[in-house]
């Protein structure tokens, strides 16, 4: 479990890293690389849905089924949008701050 709330909020500051050293603009990285793993998270849950209760059909899917709390009860599921989210987070606030610091007023 760590070491997956490491690997995913390590690639999630890459991602980052990479919109943000482009534009400047590192709090649309920290947008980006967190709607790739609340993407990627909500998508597992759907799957875990159909199999645990839509009888193995997509089709049997409500729209509110990757938010099922029944599908959210390890706290691995949970870290693994949420460690990137708040990586990024903290990335772009200190990077703002320190901009901020470093104009002249």
């Known amino acids: 479990m760590i070491l997956d709330l490491v690997e995913h909020a390590v690639a999630a500051v890459a991602i980052q890293a990479v919109i943000g050293l482009a534009t400047r603009n590192w709090w649309a990285g920290a947008a980006l690389a967190s709607g790739y793993f609340i993407g990627r998270e909500v998508a597992q849950a ?31 599921q949970v870290a693994d949008w949420l460690g990137p989210i708040l990586a990024t987070l903290l990335v772009a606030a200190v990077i703002s701050r320190s901009g901020r610091r470093r104009s002249p007023q």
């Open 46 to 76: 759907e799957y875990r849905w159909i199999e645990a209760f839509g009888e193995g059909l997509r089709a049997n899917l409500p729209w509110w089924g990757a938010f099922d709390a029944r599908l959210w009860g390890q706290a691995e």
